[in-house]
T-cell receptor
Framework: EDQVTQSPEALRLQEGESSSLNCSYT??????LFWYRQDPGKGPEFLFT???AGEEKEKERLKATLTKKESFLHITAPKPEDSATYLC??????????????FGSGTKLNVKP | GAVVSQHPSRVICKSGTSVKIECRSL??????MFWYRQFPKQSLMLMAT?????????EQGVEKDKFLINHASLTLSTLTVTSAHPEDSSFYIC???????????????FGPGTRLTVL
């Protein structure tokens, strides 16, 4: 069964304290892995797409990496405005619904000044 | 680019009434749109997938007669919650994927969500 697990569930950091969020996946063929940021009461905001193992993407203080089993979202020197819930989703090679995204439960990041 | 809007952002209705939520892709054509619901402190739950001009595909456990989805054009999909009850209160979010994705793989762009409260 296709499954996505994110850890930790919650993470508290001091401003400037770098860390990583994990997204582990079990899917029958990976079409794409996606990272989103969601602020309270808002829809998810797209961050990155990764398609194959070894791929990396960067945007400001965020860097996403991908292996055959998991993805990491590295946050370097975070600021309070990086506080949000980060969601990971995978699109699997599912012949019945190839459009479907499988979402993890998210990591709630809180960056203290 | 890739902006998706939803209307209304918040709605309060009485039990038994129907509520329509609109989802629009503002700067791209969306061949596929998705409807999710999200309960507090939980992740997104896919309700249905709709392709322009065809019937929506509902996820297991989602009542198609209660949650009516119409995707009449490449920029508009609507979700109608019929005979709403308090347990339907939730945060409903739509997303859209563009028609330019030839590999049928591509990011979904999300709307800002609609908070539905049924009294």
């Amino acid at each position: 069964e296709d499954q996505v697990t994110q850890s930790p569930e919650a993470l508290r950091l001091q401003e400037g304290e770098s860390s990583s969020l994990n997204c582990s996946y079990t899917v029958s063929g990976l079409r794409g892995l996606f990272w989103y940021r969601q602020d309270p009461g808002k829809g998810p905001e797209f961050l990155f797409t990764l398609y194959s193992a070894g791929e990396e993407k960067e945007k400001e203080r965020l860097k996403a990496t991908l292996t055959k089993k998991e993805s990491f979202l590295h946050i370097t020197a975070p600021k309070p405005e990086d506080s949000a819930t980060y969601l990971c989703a995978v699109q699997a090679a599912n012949v019945y619904n190839f459009n479907k995204f499988y979402f993890g439960s998210g990591t709630k990041l809180n960056v203290k000044p | 680019g890739a902006v998706v809007s939803q209307h209304p952002s918040r709605v309060i209705c009485k039990s038994g009434t129907s509520v329509k939520i609109e989802c629009r892709s503002l700067d791209f054509q969306a061949t596929t749109m998705f409807w999710y619901r999200q309960f507090p402190k939980q992740s997104l739950m896919l309700m249905a997938t709709s392709n322009e001009g065809s019937k929506a595909t509902y996820e297991q456990g989602v009542e198609k007669d209660k949650f009516l989805i119409n995707h009449a054009s490449l920029t508009l999909s609507t979700l109608t919650v019929t005979s709403a009850h308090p347990e339907d209160s939730s945060f409903y979010i739509c997303s859209a994927r563009g028609s330019s994705s030839l590999r049928a793989v591509g990011e979904q762009f999300f709307g800002p969500g609609t908070r539905l409260t049924v009294l």
